[in-house]
């Protein structure tokens, strides 16, 4: 029972890290967007948060709980979705 238990635990930290994980790329691609293709210019506020962000999912944690993705991968999963907005 408790090995159930533990094992329904860590499932459910793989899912919140995979949801956090996902938001995060998400406002990451958004700044991206926003810089990128629109020309805008982050506040100070926002340049702050995309960095953590971005700290967030290079994480050694991030990345072994999330997908065991590389650096590499996640820059292109994060941007793959930018470009398919682009076309």
Same mark, same amino acid.
């Given at each position: 029972?408790?090995?159930?238990?533990?094992?329904?635990?860590?499932?459910?930290?793989?899912?919140?890290?995979?949801?956090?994980?996902?938001?995060?790329?998400?406002?990451? *691609? &958004?700044? =991206?967007?926003?810089?990128?293709?629109?020309?805008?210019? #982050?506040?100070?506020?926002?340049?702050?948060?995309? @960095?953590?962000?971005?700290?967030?999912?290079?994480?050694?944690?991030? *990345? &072994?709980? =999330?997908?065991?993705?590389?650096?590499?991968?996640?820059? #292109?999963?994060?941007?793959?979705?930018?470009?398919? @907005?682009?076309?």
């Amino acid at each position: 029972m408790t090995t159930d238990r533990t094992e329904r635990l860590e499932q459910e930290e793989v899912e919140g890290t995979r949801k956090k994980y996902a938001a995060t790329k998400a406002v990451v *691609r &958004e700044f =991206a967007i926003r810089v990128i293709l629109k020309g805008e210019e #982050l506040s100070k506020e926002e340049k702050q948060m995309n @960095r953590n962000a971005l700290q967030y999912l290079f994480s050694d944690q991030t *990345r &072994e709980l =999330a997908h065991g993705l590389t650096k590499a991968e996640i820059v #292109l999963d994060v941007f793959r979705g930018f470009f398919a @907005r682009k076309t």
